[in-house]
């Protein structure tokens, strides 16, 4: 088990990129960090999740989230951005199959999200030797180190021998 | 089984909202349209999904997408548009808990997108008489009737009777 952060911590840098061969089950990776805003929260659910609770603050009082909240749609994407530029260092880049969702609770206005990301499972293709999947399980959390996304998704990857299936020509 | 949208398609009006009671298991709804284009899928890939096959059609042409691909979480997120929009007319609005997500191909600038949805399990809260959970499973299309998404995800619904959670003061 290895975690690559241990000693940069949050800052994390761009990292050498990573193939099937380099990856353990249990390696940890940790994201930089990426501070939300009412501005960024409002703008993404304008354009894709209009609800009154993701778009004005005294409407969203009178709900279940008793206050503004991100859409989960926001959360996912904003994993992602931080993923690309500091969490999950793939060869070839982070193509996603799919996986599982869950928002623990609310990411608000104030929230600083972080993703620690943990290897749970690598599977080589059987038809394809170029690449496998990996299974990753990701926590975005914020500054209080509450849980905001689990996320669970199979990523392809390439393996370090051979065509690495996302660089061909 | 109801098939509200059969009568007038993808041009799918604003419904009236559901509450848990007037669901059923089997119940289907059909989306509006949206159309996607290079310039959308460019803009959501710059701020988060900043990979070379979802920003450069010359760069992708050299991944296993074979040419621009939007992200998965753009779909992802147009998806939820279409739904708030158009196709699922719940009462207090669609919030997700979470649930399962799948890319069986890439969403292309050309494609326009509507979502199909089923209502798979009903399942009232025991400790909340006020609410109830709702699984959805939801086929992003596109005009050619390729499947780009499916999502299972389960949504919180208010009951008819009494407080309905999400507009209580």
Do not use: C
Not at 96 to 107: D, F, I, K, V, Y
């Amino acid at each position: 088990m290895t975690d690559i952060h241990a000693s940069t911590g949050l800052s994390a840098p761009r990292l050498p990129s990573l193939y099937l061969d380099d990856l353990s089950v249990g390696d940890q990776f940790t994201s930089g960090e990426h501070a939300m805003d009412e501005a960024q929260i409002k703008s993404f659910a304008a354009q894709f999740d209009p609800q009154p609770f993701h778009l004005d603050d005294a409407a969203a009082r009178a709900t279940l989230f008793g206050g503004l909240a991100a859409s989960g749609w926001h959360t996912a994407a904003v994993t992602m951005r931080l993923q690309v530029s500091s969490g999950l260092p793939i060869a070839g880049g982070i193509v996603g199959a799919g996986g599982e969702l869950s928002w623990p609770r609310p990411t608000r206005a104030s929230d600083v999200l972080h993703v620690v990301s943990e290897v749970v499972q690598i599977a080589p293709s059987r038809s394809k030797p170029d690449r496998g999947m990996v299974t990753v399980r990701s926590e975005t959390r914020n500054q209080h180190g509450d849980v905001l996304q689990i996320a669970t998704v199979r990523i392809v990857v390439p393996r370090k021998s051979g065509d690495s299936g996302t660089e061909a020509a």
